[in-house]
């Protein structure tokens, strides 16, 4: 089976570019909207494919993906139409890697093994599970591996070089770097922070190494784009999809081409 | 050793290593919080083995918190029940009087330990989250005690249900944050609290109010409510000269049950049961996360939880707002499954009942929370031979109740 994280890094670097990598809430504002949204994504000039999977209870998102959650549960979104959302792109999109994002307790309601055999048929590429940290990799991440599927882990401002080796331990797809520490949707940080801690994880992981939370704008996207291998936009798209709902799909189709257009200029100025 | 899963010698000895009672327990938080986790253990580690930090907590538990409080022998209550029982049947009850505190109930034993860890690692903030507000109110005691300022985080719906509390935080200096996330309730203010100690780590240090969240919270918590087991150990030796033979506490995350039983654990003689609050009943809307529950992840540890198939979360109900959330803390998730206690569900209709009788006959206004346990201990009494010892934790007093009893009895105050 091919890999389709390496691939797509490896083209975009080919292109002079880092990897723009989306996120929107499954489900969110219904089930039946989230393939427009998801085609929106890849017409937009996304890369790869984060489809957060709704919990009731997420504890590290800011109001923004947080609404988005509600939205999609208010609606009547189940795994299963998560599962079938995922299935469907795969269809429509068979290059694009496609990350399910989201909280341990809906992942593993049916069990760990059940889960990684549902994404893999649905075509999933990797699993981000924000609330299994390395500590508890057993819950979740032989499953995972079993199945073939990447387990993408977190390095945030307070993993520190002594923890990082344990969260890399069993990492796979990229790195994502989560550049401050708090919640999603909140200010950003510094770039020259950014960059100081993108080298450091870049030194110690082959892996691609993304840098996400608080990036919001075309200019911001495009400035970590500099540093990073990848640039995560997820809050500033879903309060695209909370103010337009149902008929979200070309505003965020022009969003996602307003980051991509910034993050390609890079080449032409360099 | 070979690899053949035996029980461990003592029922004190967990967590282990890892922070798992059994399959429960544990540590699921976002990387972020993750090294903080690791540091607070260090530090609690730290702390237990100094005696000078077991020194303060005893000292402020004794003058400041009011302890030891009473093992008060409940006379007109088992006489009560005696009276309907078979002959020779209805156990000598007894009350454990947490509701004597400051505060009022058992929370502040928990608030002066943490406080006090806070103080040890520097912290300059203190966050907390509340259902009822009585953690909200005694945490907000012991950060104006400290000088400490101090943001409770507390449910919307909760904000507009328990006014007064929510004015005694603010007497006490502490800004209350009214969480309108979620279904607006005490696990939505954890929510907002994790989300705030997550953006804050460097300076915050986040009091946690039950034997819940990731480790080492839970065990942190278990010890310092230990102090409840170990009075009445002590108290009860006293009185009968003898261990009693049936604990009995509510159970909402279950800081007050596991601050009771588990001095107990390894005394097989003794008998133990917590109450969960089941509402309108099992069939209905409850707050039963064992009877009524399946095993999950929420708020950084697996235990049992209200859910769906889907792993979604699903609102609790209690009419005790102390006891209206939708898990309880792993490590009685852990005694449930190798039935070391007993968990019994206790309806909003039989605590009311038990509130009004204990209000009655002996003269103390249980919290709602504690009148449940009142509940099962008159349930099961008059089944246990008339030489038998029960005795029931009263972990609050219930002036804050006295609103949501009026209205539920359609009474105008
Ligand atoms: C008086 C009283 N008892 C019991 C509880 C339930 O909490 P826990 O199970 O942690 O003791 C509360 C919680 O607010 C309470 O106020």
Not at chain 1, 35 to 41: H, P, Y
Not at chain 2, 70 to 95: C, D, F, S
Not at chain 2, 378 to 400: C, F, H, M, Q, Y
Request: aromatic share 6%; proline share 5%; charged share 20%.
């Amino acid at each position: 089976m091919t890999d389709r994280f390496a691939q797509r890094f490896a083209a975009c670097r080919n292109q002079g570019r880092s990897a723009l990598i989306t996120f929107v809430t499954a489900g969110d504002p219904t089930a039946a909207d989230s393939a427009a949204i998801l085609d929106a994504l890849v017409e937009g000039g996304a890369d790869i494919i984060e489809l957060g999977m709704p919990f009731t209870d997420p504890m590290a998102d800011g109001p923004a993906i947080e609404l988005a959650n509600l939205r999609s549960l208010g609606s009547g979104t189940t795994t299963a139409d998560i599962l079938a959302i995922a299935t469907a792109f795969r269809g429509r999109h068979p290059d694009i890697p496609l990350v399910l994002m989201g909280y341990a307790n809906p992942m593993l309601a049916r069990g760990a093994e059940w889960f990684a055999a549902q994404a893999k048929a649905a075509g999933v590429d990797g699993v981000i599970c924000v609330d299994i940290p390395p500590e508890e990799d057993r819950e979740i991440g032989p499953a995972l591996r079993a199945a073939g599927i990447d387990l993408i882990r977190l390095a945030t401002p307070t993993t520190d070089a002594a923890r990082l080796p344990a969260v890399l331990d069993g990492a796979g797809g990229f790195l994502y770097h989560v550049s401050v520490a708090g919640i999603t949707g909140k200010q950003q940080a510094q770039l020259t922070h950014i960059e100081h801690a993108v080298a450091k994880l870049k030194a110690a992981t082959d892996l691609p190494v993304a840098v996400g939370f608080g990036v919001r704008t075309p200019e911001q996207a495009a400035a970590i784009g500099r540093v990073a291998d990848g640039v995560v936009v997820g809050s500033a798209i879903v309060d695209i999809v909370g103010s337009h709902g149902d008929k979200a799909a070309p505003f965020v189709r022009d969003f996602v081409a307003s980051l991509r257009a910034a993050m390609t200029a890079r080449e032409h100025a360099a | 050793m070979t690899d053949t899963i035996t029980l461990p010698n003592s029922l004190r000895s967990q967590p282990d290593e890892r922070g798992h009672f059994g399959a429960f327990g544990g540590r699921y938080v976002a990387e972020t919080l993750m090294p903080l986790i690791l540091d607070l253990e260090k530090e609690y580690r730290a702390a237990k083995a100094d005696p000078a930090f077991e020194e303060e907590f005893q000292t402020l538990l004794k003058h400041y918190v009011g302890r030891p409080n009473p093992l008060y022998y409940a006379g007109r209550l088992t006489e009560a029940l005696r009276k309907n029982a078979p002959a020779g049947k209805g156990a000598k009850i007894y009350l454990k009087r947490e509701e004597l505190n400051h505060t009022g109930a058992h929370k502040i034993n928990n608030c002066i330990g943490q406080i006090l860890l806070a103080k040890r690692m520097g912290k300059t903030k203190i966050i907390a989250e509340t259902g009822a507000g009585q953690h909200g109110v005694a945490t907000a005691t012991v950060a104006a005690l400290f000088g400490l300022p101090c943001t409770i985080f507390m449910g919307a719906k909760d904000v507009e249900r328990q006014k007064p509390n929510v004015f005694r935080m603010k007497l006490l200096g502490a800004e209350v944050h009214a969480v309108t996330s979620g279904s607006q309730t005490l696990k939505d203010a954890m929510n907002d609290a994790l989300r705030h100690w997550v953006s804050n780590v460097h300076d915050t240090f986040y009091i946690i109010g039950t034997a819940a969240g990731p480790h080492p919270y839970p065990e942190l918590v278990r010890d310092f409510q230990s102090v409840i087991g170990k009075e009445i150990r002590a108290q009860m030796l006293e009185a009968e000269g003898r261990l009693p033979d049936m604990l009995i506490a509510p159970v909402g995350g279950g800081s007050n049950a596991i601050g009771m039983f588990h001095p107990f654990l390894d005394d097989s003689d003794v008998a133990m049961v917590g109450v969960e609050a089941a509402g309108e009943g099992l069939d209905g809307k409850h707050a039963a996360s064992l009877a009524g529950g399946a095993s999950g992840i929420l708020h950084g540890n697996r235990t049992y939880l209200l859910q769906d198939e889907d792993g979604q979360i699903t609102e609790a109900h209690s009419i005790s707002a102390g006891l209206d959330y939708p898990g309880i803390g792993p490590e009685h998730s852990w005694l449930h499954e190798i039935g070391r206690v007993d968990y019994v569900p206790v309806t909003d209709k039989e605590a009311l009942a038990s509130f009004q009788k204990l209000s009655s006959l002996e003269g103390i206004i249980p919290a709602l929370e504690s009148a449940h346990a009142v509940a099962a201990a008159e349930r099961i009494a008059p089944t246990l031979d008339a030489d038998k010892i029960v005795v029931v934790n009263l972990s609050g007093r219930g002036d804050k109740d006295i609103f949501t009893v009026a209205e539920a009895l359609e009474v105008e105050i």
